[in-house]
Every structure is written in C-alpha cells, then in structure tokens.
C-alpha cells in the first residue's frame, strides 16, 4: 500500500497538444489515469506496457480532461472516481468522491481535496508524495476562474500550501514556459526565474515534460502563491491591496499576456 508520504513513480502520456495524462501503477500489472482527454493515446502507452487500466481519476468536467472516459471505460472497465458535487456533468462515476474522503485504489491510498475556481466542482488527489492538481495549479501559474471567483480560488491555493513542501505537483497542462515568460515580466530581476530560462526553452526545444514541479519550488517561483510575500507585492506596485485582491489583479493581467 502506498501510504501519504511515499514516494509514487508516475508517468507522462502527452495528449491533445498541451495535456498530460499522468499515469501510476494501482498494482503490478494494472493502471490508473488521471484526466484521460483522448482514450487512443493512453491504450497505446498501456499495450506496451502489457497492462490494464484499473482505474481513471477526474479532476474536473472540461473536455480535455475527459474525453477519453468512455472509450476507456468500455475497453477496461475501468472504475471512475470524480466529484460528487460535480456529478451531473462528470461522466458516469463508479465512485463520487467529497472532500476527506480517502480512497482505496489498488495498492495505493488516494486523498480527495476539494479546490474550487477553476470550476466549482474541481478536485485533486494525493497519492503518496504526487498531487494530481488538474487545472488548478500550474508551474508558476494557476487555473483560469472559469466559475470560481478570485477568493475561491485564493483559497483553494492556500489550502494545497499547507501539504509538505516535498509534494510532487502534477498539473495536466504544459505551460510552464508561458508562465515562466509571465512571472519574469512581473520580476525581470528575479535571479530564480533566470537560472531556469535555459533550461525550459532547451526543454520546450525537445517537448521533453517540464513537469513535475514541487511545492517548494512554486512557492518560490510562482507569483500566484506569493501573494502575501509583501516584498513581492512591494516589487509590482500592489502593496497596498490584500493578498485576495493581489490574486485576483494578477489572475486578471495573466488572461491579457
Ligand atoms: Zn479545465
């Protein structure tokens, strides 16, 4: 049993242009998937591999992140583990999942957080020491408030700060670079920022996964979780707003870049 602190190997299968669908082992011969977007992609990986699908995680209803349900479902049975509070527009779920529940998944225990903004039902999971953010959090960005407002959202980002600093982040988007490119306008002088550059564009050269990233380094790097670091604030000309309304200014110009 992979308990909360372990360490997970997961696995990248890049599909629909910029989405991952991150894959982990639930036994020796068996997979789960998170946020499976296109069913053909994952098949292949899994027929390599000789193995099956056990399992598929959701984390939100957007097509990209579910498109590939059905088909996977049919071809496996797989089980379907979603957000009950989203159950209307997730597909069908074998299991609808709140906030603190903790789930058997094979051999590995899976723990539901509830993060609105980016939609009201969204949801991730922790798997050991990997967190399966969806479309909440991205290296040095977060999720566009497609439903939630910037409070929710704050709140939820807040919320993930508390997990150990060694957590894995697992977003489902490739968009490290453009949110590198974002945060380096804010803070041209940023020497963190800069080392990385090299790195991602050799990175993005080679559609080599940028991705995972850790909780620490986002505190560091990312400007949507820096909101209450008042030098920070200083540096961008918002030091006199909360660290709500910095968010929500942030969130705002990031849709524009
Ligand atoms: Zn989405």
Sequence with gaps: MIMPQESLIVEAVPVLG???????ASNNKEYVAVDPGEATAVS?????????????????HHN???????????R??????????????LPPLDHAVKEGDILNVGECQVQIIETPGHTMGHVIYKVGDALFVG???????????????PEVMWQS??????????TKIYPAHEYTLTNHGFALMLEPDNQDLLAL???LLIKNDNDTPTL?????????????LRTEDDQFAKKIGLQAKTPQERFAILREKRNHF
């Design 18 to 24: 910029d989405n991952y669908v991150w894959m982990f």
């Design 44 to 60: 292949q990986w899994l027929d390599r591999l000789g193995a099956s699908l056990s399992h598929i995680l959701l984390t939100h």
């Design 64 to 74: 990209d992140h579910t498109g590939g349900v059905a088909d996977l479902k049919r």
């Design 76 to 89: 496996y049975g797989a089980k379907i583990i979603g957000s009950k509070a989203d159950a209307q527009r």
């Design 135 to 149: 479309d909440t959090l991205f290296s040095m960005g977060c999720g566009r408030l497609f439903e939630g407002s």
């Design 157 to 166: 980002l807040q919320k993930i700060q508390t997990l150990p600093d060694a």
């Design 197 to 199: 550059q090299k790195e």
């Design 212 to 224: 995972p990233t850790t909780l620490a380094a986002e505190k560091k790097l990312n400007p949507f």
